[in-house]
C-alpha cells in the first residue's frame, strides 16, 4: 500500500481528503496533521469518519517520511516549508494557490511574493482534464481553484475546437456555496447573515482568473473575467460564461465540439438536455462526487452563448481532483477512489 499523510487535515478539504483516501483501495492514511486539534481522534473534528479509522491528528513537528504527501493549509504556508516537504514525501500535491500559477511575477502581482520561486516550475497545476500527460511525469502537483476548475472546464469544448474568438471578453457569472470560505468562521459566513442570501461578493479582479488565462496560455491572452456571488448551498459552484460562437450554428455542431472534448473523459458529463427540470448541470447534483457537468445555452440568430458547468467545490474544485492527480502520478487506475456517483434528492 501507498503511505499518505495529509498536513493540516482539520479543514474542509482535508476532511474530504481524509473521506476519499480512507475508501482508496491502493494508499493508507498513516498521518495527519492539525495543530489546534493535537491528540484528538479525526471523528472528534470530522464526524462523518466515525468507523473509518483511528488515527489521531499530530502536530507538524511529528511528521514522518511517507510516499504521498497532501497539503491542506492556508494560502502562503506551503511555500515556506516546502523543501522540508519535500524532503519527507517523493509526492507532493498541495490543495492551496501556492503552486498554481508558474510564473513568479504572475504570482506576485496576484497573491503577493513568493517565499520558494524556484518551486513554482517543478509543479503541474492539477486539473488532470487539461494537464494529464504532465501530471503522469509529475512528482509534484499544485491544487486547483475550483471557481478556476468550473470557467476551465466550461471553455474547453469551444476554445479546443476553434469556434471561440478568442479576442473578446469572456465573462464568469459564478454562483457558490459556503463551504468555499472554509471551516473557520467569519462575519459574512456567520449563519443569520449567510443563509438566504445571494449576495455578489468578487464581481472584478477575482484571483482565479490568472488560472484560466495560465491554462489555455497556448491559445492567446484570453480577457477573462469572473464575477462571483454566494448563494444559499453548502457545497457547490454553477459557472455560466458569457461568450459570442459564430452565428449560424446548428445543434450538431456543438454536440460535436462537446464529444470530442469530453467523450473520453470518466468524470466530465454533458448536460444538455430539451426538456425536463435538470436540462442544465446542477451543483446539487454533484455533492460529493468528483463529477465536472457542462453543458451550454445557444443563439444560432445572435451567436449568443451561454457555457455552464457545475461542480463540487470540495471535489472536483478540491480534494476530488487532488486524488485523482495522486492516482496518475503514482500510476494507479485514474479513477480508483472516486467512483461515487452523488445522491438525489
Known amino acids: 500500500m501507498t503511505t499518505v499523510g495529509i498536513v493540516a487535515a482539520s479543514g474542509y478539504a482535508g476532511g474530504e481528503l481524509l473521506r476519499l483516501l480512507l475508501a482508496h ?9 492539525s495543530e ?4 484528538k481522534f479525526l471523528q472528534q473534528v470530522h464526524p462523518h469518519l ?5 488515527l489521531r491528528f499530530i502536530p507538524q513537528d511529528a511528521l514522518q517520511a511517507c510516499d504521498v504527501l497532501f497539503l491542506a493549509q492556508p494560502h502562503g504556508e506551503a511555500q515556506t516549508r516546502i523543501e522540508r516537504y519535500a524532503a519527507l514525501a517523493g509526492t507532493i500535491i498541495d490543495l492551496s494557490a501556492d503552486f498554481r500559477l508558474r510564473d513568479p511575477a504572475t504570482h506576485a502581482t496576484v497573491y503577493g511574493a513568493h517565499a520558494a520561486p524556484d518551486w513554482l516550475a517543478r509543479f503541474v497545476y492539477g486539473l488532470p482534464e487539461i494537464n494529464r500527460a504532465a501530471l503522469r511525469e509529475s512528482r509534484y502537483a499544485s491544487g486547483v481553484g475550483c471557481n478556476a476548475t468550473a470557467t476551465i ?3 474547453v469544448a469551444v476554445v479546443r475546437t476553434g469556434l471561440l474568438n478568442l479576442n473578446q471578453p469572456i465573462i464568469a457569472d459564478i454562483k457558490v456555496g459556503s463551504s468555499e470560505a472554509g471551516s473557520k468562521p467569519s462575519e459574512s459566513s456567520h449563519h443569520p447573515a449567510r443563509t438566504g442570501v445571494v449576495r455578489p461578493f468578487q464581481l472584478t479582479g477575482h484571483r482565479h482568473e490568472a488560472e484560466v488565462r495560465q491554462a489555455f496560455a497556448d491559445c492567446g491572452s484570453l480577457d477573462v473575467r469572473l464575477a462571483v456571488t454566494s448563494v444559499e448551498m ?11 460562437l459564430p452565428a449560424g450554428l446548428a445543434e450538431k455542431d456543438l454536440w460535436s465540439a462537446y464529444r470530442a472534448a469530453w467523450s473520453n473523459e470518466p468524470f466530465v458529463r454533458i448536460v444538455h438536455d430539451k426538456t425536463g427540470i435538470h436540462r442544465h448541470p446542477e451543483p446539487r447534483l454533484l455533492a460529493g462526487t468528483n463529477y465536472a457537468d457542462v453543458g451550454w445555452e445557444y443563439d444560432a440568430a445572435t451567436g449568443r452563448a451561454v ?5 463540487d467545490n470540495l471535489g472536483k474544485g ?22 461515487f456517483g452523488g445522491y438525489y434528492p
Do not use: W
Open 153 to 155: 472546464l466550461a471553455l
Open 50 to 54: 466515525r468507523g473509518r479509522t483511528s
Open 318 to 339: 478540491a480534494a476530488g481532483s487532488a486524488v485523482q492527480c495522486m492516482n496518475l502520478m503514482c500510476g494507479f487506475e485514474e479513477t480508483a477512489g472516486l467512483s
Open 234 to 244: 453548502v457545497r457547490g459552484v454553477s459557472a455560466a460564461v458569457h461568450v459570442t
Open 307 to 311: 457555457l455552464l458547468c457545475a461542480i
Open 25 to 33: 483501495p491502493f494508499v493508507e492514511v498513516v498521518q495527519a496533521t
Open 36 to 39: 489546534s486539534n493535537v491528540g
